[in-house]
């Protein structure tokens, strides 16, 4: 069954933590995007790799990192520089200029 | 960068009734218009696309309207029914080897019996 699988759906981060968000997908996509969902803001872009050991950022790359080492994965790293990192993440992957699949997503909370 | 609106943020129409949601974007060499529909901690599906060499796409009761010149697209949803609730998102990108969507700040849509 093809898709695009986030883990973990819930994540609660403590003060001056990094934690990782995983995507994982199946489709042979060679795209991958994060975006940050905030209630009343819509998505907007993280992070986005077009290729394989390519990545660029976003609108709103500062607090967070990647990493596109195989074409299947695009991990996110919310980082202790991210200063309000509490939000929806959303993965997504697509081929070149189609529309995207999208991820269940991943909850990020700060405790 | 593109830079979309999207108008109404919350839309309540009855049962039956016909809902239409706009969306503008600032970049003209914008050719690629997805809609997506967001259920209540669900993901984004995609519900329709139209692509710049076209004006007007239907899909049963779904239709996305083009407007190159003024830099309008729309989401018109005929004969709604109460599943049709939920938040739609429009999208817009240059297609091709570096697209990424730049998404409107999203319609709350609620279909009242």
């Known amino acids: 069954d093809g898709g695009i699988t986030q883990s973990p759906k819930y994540l609660f981060r403590k003060e001056g933590q990094n934690v990782t968000l995983s995507c994982e997908q199946n489709?042979?996509?060679?795209?991958m995007y994060w975006y940050r969902q905030d209630p009343g803001q819509g998505l907007r872009l993280i992070y986005y790799?077009?290729?394989?050991?390519?990545?660029q950022k976003g609108d709103i790359a500062e607090g967070y990192s990647v990493s596109r080492e195989k074409k299947e994965s695009f991990p996110l790293t919310v980082t202790s520089a991210q200063k309000n990192p509490t939000a929806f993440y959303l993965c997504?992957?697509?081929?070149?200029?189609?529309?995207?699949?999208f991820g269940s997503g991943t909850r990020l909370t700060v405790v | 960068g593109e830079n979309v609106e999207q108008h109404p943020s919350t839309l309540s129409v009855q049962e039956g009734d016909s809902a239409v949601i706009k969306c503008t974007y600032s970049?003209?060499?914008?050719?690629?218009f997805p809609w997506y529909k967001q259920e209540l901690g669900k993901r984004p599906q995609l519900i329709i696309d139209?692509?710049?060499?076209?004006g007007e796409k239907k899909d049963q009761r779904i239709a996305v309207t083009l407007n190159k010149t003024a830099k309008h697209f729309s989401l018109h949803i005929t004969e709604t029914q109460p599943e049709d609730s939920a938040v739609y998102f429009c999208?817009?990108?240059?297609?091709?080897?570096?697209?990424?969507?730049?998404f409107g700040t999203g319609t709350r849509l609620q279909v009242t019996l």
């Open positions: 790799s077009q290729i394989v050991n390519d990545f």
């Open positions: 997504a992957s697509s081929f070149t200029g189609d529309g995207y699949t």
């Open positions: 999208a817009a990108s240059i297609s091709g080897t570096a697209s990424k969507l730049t």
């Open positions: 139209i692509r710049s060499n076209v």
């Open positions: 489709l042979n996509h060679d795209a």
């Open positions: 970049d003209s060499a914008s050719n690629y």
